[in-house]
T-cell receptor, first 113, second 115 residues
Framework: NAGVMQNPRHLVRRRGQEARLRCSPM?????VYWYRQLPEEGLKFMVY????????ESGMPKERFSAEFPKEGPSILRIQQVVRGDSAAYFC???????????FGQGTRLTVV | AQKVTQAQTEISVVEKEDVTLDCVYE???????LFWYKQPPSGELVFLIR??????QNEISGRYSWNFQKSTSSFNFTITASQVVDSAVYFC????????????FGAGTQVVVTP
C-alpha cells in the first residue's frame, strides 16, 4: 500500500506564474489536509477536504490559493500569480474517515524566483 | 493564540548525551491527541508517536521516551544516548475533537548532535 504521494517534489516558478501541487492520498483515504511550512517555521494548517467538498479552509490565504479534491484523481493545491513569499514546503496528509492520525507525504518544495 | 509551544528553539548536545524536548499545549477539549514528528535534513515528516488525552501512561520506544502530564499540559520527549542520526527538527502537535486530522504544530526544536 503506497503512502501519500506528492508531486512534484520540487517546483520552481517565476513570479506571476501558477503553481499546481498534487497529492494522491493513501488507498482508501477520503480525507486530505494541506499544510504549509515556511522557511525556519513549523507547519501551518491550510485546508481540509473530503471528496468533492471543502470542509475547513480556515488556514487558506484569501486570495490566489485554492484547493480541490475531485471524485476521481488527486487533490490539487493551486497557487495563482505566485510571489516570493509563497516559497515554502507544502505537505499533504490523508486519513480514512474517523481516524485520528493523518499520514504525511514527502512534501513539495516550491521556490519562486 | 498559539496552542502548542515548544520553547526551545535549538538544543546542541554531544553524542551519547540525553536530550529532553519540551512541549506545552493548550486546549479546552477533554478529548484530544498529541503527536511528535521528526523532520530530518532531508525534509520529510517522520511520525514518532500519538497519545490520546485519556492515556497518561509514559511510553518508551527504544531510545525514545515520552512523559505526558495533563496537570501541566505537557508532553515532553526524551532521547536517551543521542546519536548523530538524531539531528533533526522535532515537532509537537495537537489534534482536537472537532477535526481529528487537523494538526496544530509547535514551532519545532532543532536538535544538533555532534560526535
Amino acid at each position: 500500500n503506497a503512502g501519500v504521494m506528492q508531486n512534484p517534489r520540487h517546483l520552481v516558478r517565476r513570479r506571476g506564474q501558477e503553481a499546481r501541487l498534487r497529492c494522491s492520498p493513501m488507498k482508501g483515504h477520503s480525507h486530505v489536509y494541506w499544510y504549509r511550512q515556511l522557511p525556519e517555521e513549523g507547519l501551518k494548517f491550510m485546508v481540509y477536504l473530503q471528496k468533492e467538498n471543502i470542509i475547513d479552509e480556515s488556514g487558506m490565504p484569501k486570495e490566489r490559493f485554492s484547493a480541490e479534491f475531485p471524485k476521481e484523481g488527486p487533490s490539487i493545491l493551486r497557487i495563482q500569480q505566485v510571489v516570493r513569499g509563497d516559497s515554502a514546503a507544502y505537505f499533504c496528509a490523508s486519513s480514512p474517515q474517523g481516524v485520528t492520525e493523518a499520514f504525511f507525504g514527502q512534501g513539495t518544495r516550491l521556490t519562486v524566483v | 493564540a498559539q496552542k502548542v509551544t515548544q520553547a526551545q528553539t535549538e538544543i546542541s548536545v554531544v553524542e551519547k548525551e540525553d536530550v529532553t524536548l519540551d512541549c506545552v499545549y493548550e486546549t479546552r477539549d477533554t478529548t484530544y491527541y498529541l503527536f511528535w514528528y521528526k523532520q530530518p535534513p532531508s525534509g520529510e515528516l517522520v511520525f514518532l508517536i500519538r497519545r490520546n488525552s485519556f492515556d497518561e501512561q509514559n511510553e518508551i520506544s527504544g531510545r525514545y521516551s515520552w512523559n505526558f502530564q495533563k496537570s501541566t499540559s505537557s508532553f515532553n520527549f526524551t532521547i536517551t544516548a543521542s546519536q548523530v542520526v538524531d539531528s533533526a527538527v522535532y515537532f509537537c502537535a495537537l489534534s482536537e475533537a472537532d477535526s481529528w486530522g487537523k494538526l496544530q504544530f509547535g514551532a519545532g526544536t532543532q536538535v544538533v548532535v555532534t560526535p
